[in-house]
T-cell receptor, first 112, second 115 residues
């Protein structure tokens, strides 16, 4: 079983749709949860992070962590064509300085 | 130059060649990383350097040899690679704040093809 599972997609939605991206994980020691966005021919960039459980909102983006279910989500409201990218979830337990475990990424396409 | 730069952006090499990938970070960070990104697979951490010292070698074959001469530069020396080593090689950097370095800044990667 992979430590982090992420549906690779591709996911195609119309402009303005609400997008839900998800990851599940098996290691209950994970405490830090990140979402990275990777545009074509670019390196990943950090989009959001959360510590432990709960929600975090930043503009059109909301990250949710449910540690009891070992499930994290990224919601994108009013999706735009510029949101078309691959979204990678990543996780880290405490005391593992710098070692992130990534999901395989979900490819998202937002059609105008 | 800003952020994290990588050269070359594309590299084609034969299995008997020796080549090197270069990474430079202009962010004043003290940790640097090499990742391998293959199609439809998660990013695989290869090496971690903190303050120029290697702190992680994720069971990487010896045909990959990292070098970190200072906190701003990182190299990956390649020799006698296999076709399955073809992938996007990403360099990243971060600041070591406490024990977690979740905010990693990535370069654009080197697309490597082994023929």
């Amino acid at each position: 079983q992979k430590e982090v599972e992420q549906d690779p997609g591709p996911l195609s939605v119309p402009e303005g749709a609400i997008v839900s991206l998800n990851c599940t994980y098996s290691n209950s020691a994970f405490q830090y949860f990140m979402w990275y966005r990777q545009y074509s021919r670019k390196g990943p960039e950090l989009l959001m992070y959360t510590y432990s459980s709960g929600n975090k909102e930043d503009g059109r983006f909301t990250a949710q962590v449910d540690k009891s279910s070992k499930y994290i989500s990224l919601f994108i409201r009013d999706s735009q064509p510029s949101d078309s990218a691959t979204y990678l979830c990543a996780m880290s337990p405490n005391n593992q300085g710098g070692k992130l475990i990534f999901g395989q990424g979900t490819e998202l396409s937002v059609k105008p | 130059e800003t952020g994290v730069t990588q050269t070359p952006r594309h590299l084609v090499m034969g299995m008997t060649n020796k080549k090197s990938l270069k990474c430079e970070q202009h962010l004043g960070h003290n940790a640097m990383y090499w990742y391998k990104q293959s199609a439809k697979k998660p990013l695989e951490l290869m090496f971690v350097y903190n303050f120029k010292e290697q702190t992680e070698n994720n069971s990487v074959p010896s045909r990959f040899s990292p070098e970190c001469p200072n906190s701003s530069h990182l190299f990956l020396h390649l020799h006698t690679l296999q076709p399955e080593d073809s992938a996007l090689y990403l360099c990243a950097s971060s600041n070591r704040t406490g024990v977690i370095s979740y905010e990693q800044y990535f370069g654009p990667g080197t697309r490597l093809t082994v023929t």
